[in-house]
């Protein structure tokens, strides 16, 4: 049987992508990100002794990752935040669009998501990158510890309230709620 710290690396490893989605989408600056990379391996290296095997590692890392990624973003919340995601810089856009207009069009629109994002509840943080990313209600119920009816209600009521604020930009008509 390997040692716990060549299991955890393995895993760790081979999930990488997680701690690098959820650090990505509770921070924009490179430095924060990899701060905010840093406090989830160690909590998820601290968490580790409890982990059951029997259980999935990606569920499991993803619940401690983003419960790190929340208290952060309350810490930030406190007057802590380094960072605004609605300063997205113009060429933040991947794609090479030969009309200007086009680029320009697509990045303010870019520029809307990142703040509507920026403006919801850590908790909504998580439930919108999980859904994104095609997780099932059941997967993000155990994720997020929630019944999968409260993950359809608050998914239902997130899109409804996205759409709301990206018709109206304005941040202060409305407010992030859970």
């Keep these: 049987m390997d040692p716990p710290q060549t299991r955890f690396t393995a895993l760790l490893d081979e999930h990488r992508g997680i701690v690098l989605k959820v650090a990505a989408t509770y921070c924009r600056e490179a430095h924060d990100r990899q701060d905010l990379s840093q406090e989830i391996t160690l909590q998820l290296w601290r968490a580790f002794p409890q982990f059951d095997p029997t259980r999935s590692f990606s569920t499991w ?26 300063d997205v810089p113009e060429s933040h856009s991947a794609l090479h669009v030969d009309d200007h207009s086009a680029q320009l069009a697509e990045n303010q629109q870019l520029r809307m998501l990142y703040a509507v994002i920026e403006r919801q509840s850590g908790l909504d943080r998580a439930l919108l990158m999980l859904w994104l990313e095609d997780r099932s209600q059941r997967e993000i119920a155990d994720i997020l510890g929630i019944s999968e009816s409260n993950v359809a209600t608050k998914l239902n009521r997130l899109k409804e309230r996205i759409r709301e604020q990206l018709n109206n930009p304005d941040p202060t008509s409305h407010g992030a709620q859970t």
């Design 61 to 86: 890392m993803y619940r401690i990752a983003l419960n790190v990624a929340i208290s952060h973003l309350r810490g930030a919340a406190r007057g802590e935040r380094t960072s605004a995601l609605d």
